[in-house]
T-cell receptor, first 117, second 113 residues
């Protein structure tokens, strides 16, 4: 079945630095990938939708200059948290769609726990 | 825009008892519906999905859900739960023709021995 690999699984960084999170579709081509943020004991909030080869579409209230999304290939999307601050600490999860084989199925990565100190 | 409401934030159940986790949605168009499970510090695993056809959908781990269009509901059920079912469960909806998947608030299922 479709597998999405997300790395790193956890990261601690100093305030003011940038962190990159990778999301890879291992056995399918993901024309569309999604990035979510999840606060403790809360639901997943969609941050942005990225389509391969085009700019990401950000949800209202999400700072596109802080959360840079790149989807340069059909198997890789990256989320870079720039100039991270403690309030950016959260659990970030990516998701991908395999239109050819899954149609309306979504596959999720295992998540990245970011802690900014 | 679509929205999802999970009516119970927490559901405690004894082992081997039946359970129902409630989900209602709102949308002006036809939708696809999903239930996901999340274990601590992990991503989401698909339990089942409704795209079309039979309104009773069977998923993994003995779970099933019934799509009720008139009541705009998609409740998740299991006839007999196990300790290993302790997790967070999310209902999600996607409007047909749209890319977005919108999640409910989640229901924490706790199984007591």
């Amino acid at each position: 079945g479709a597998v999405v690999s997300q790395h790193p699984s956890w990261v601690i960084c100093k305030s003011g630095t940038s962190v990159k999170i990778e999301c890879r579709s291992l056995d399918f081509q993901a024309t569309t990938m999604f990035w979510y943020r999840q606060f403790p004991k809360q639901s997943l909030m969609l941050m942005a939708t990225s389509n391969e080869g085009s700019k990401a579409t950000y949800e209202q209230g999400v700072e596109k200059d802080k959360f840079l999304i790149n989807h340069a290939s059909l198997t890789l999307s990256t989320l870079t948290v720039t100039s991270a601050h403690p309030e950016d600490s959260s659990f970030y999860i990516c998701s991908a769609r395999d239109w050819e084989h899954q149609g309306y199925g979504y596959t999720f990565g295992s998540g990245t726990r970011l802690t900014v100190v | 825009a679509q929205s999802v409401t999970q009516l119970d934030s927490q559901v405690p159940v004894f082992e081997e008892a039946p359970v129902e986790l409630r989900c209602n949605y709102s949308s002006s168009v036809s939708v696809y519906l999903f239930w996901y499970v999340q274990y601590p510090n992990q991503g989401l695993q698909l339990l089942l999905k409704y795209l079309s056809g039979s309104t009773l959908v069977k998923g993994i781990n003995g779970f099933e859900a019934e799509f009720n269009k008139s009541q705009t509901s998609f409740h998740l059920r299991k006839p007999s739960v196990h300790i290993s079912d302790t997790a967070e469960y999310f209902c999600a909806v996607s409007e047909q023709g749209a890319q977005k998947l919108v999640f409910g608030q989640g229901t924490r299922l706790t199984i007591n021995p």
